[in-house]
């Protein structure tokens, strides 16, 4: 059983920064390959970023590529979602997600309750 549990959300302008944080429960952080996700006002949730259990390689979506970051600290439990440049368009809850040993844009096992990212324009 991992809990997740996101902060680091706000209201910005368009153009600020945000970092997301997830800290992570239980002593197997890093066995578990991490994902951000995100649901839009009137969409579905979409995937945004993951990065890999074993060699912490990074993926992410078309939308923010170069502007978006993940990273992870292991020793933390923590892994993180460095938003530059952002846009009125990222407005969304981002989730955090966590999936034993497999990198993939869905069907995370465990989730997070979410935390709340405005861009103003």
């Known amino acids: 059983q991992v809990q997740l549990v996101e902060s680091g959300g706000g209201l910005v302008q368009a153009g600020d920064s945000l970092r997301l944080s997830c800290a992570a429960s239980?002593?197997?952080?890093?066995?578990?390959?991490m994902g951000w996700f995100r649901r839009a006002p009137g969409k579905e949730r979409e995937f945004v970023a993951a990065?890999?259990?074993?060699?912490?390689?990074?993926y992410y979506t078309d939308s923010v590529k170069g502007r978006f970051t993940i990273s992870r600290d292991n020793a933390k439990n923590t892994v993180y979602l460095q938003m530059n440049s952002l846009k009125p368009e990222d407005t969304a809850v981002y989730y955090c997600?966590?999936?034993?040993?497999?990198?993939?844009?869905?069907?995370?096992?465990?989730w997070g309750q979410g935390t709340q990212v405005t861009v103003s324009s």
């Open positions: 997600a966590a999936n034993w040993k497999s990198t993939r844009t869905t069907g995370y096992d465990y």
């Open positions: 239980g002593r197997t952080f890093s066995n578990y390959a």
């Open positions: 990065i890999n259990w074993s060699d912490s390689k990074t």
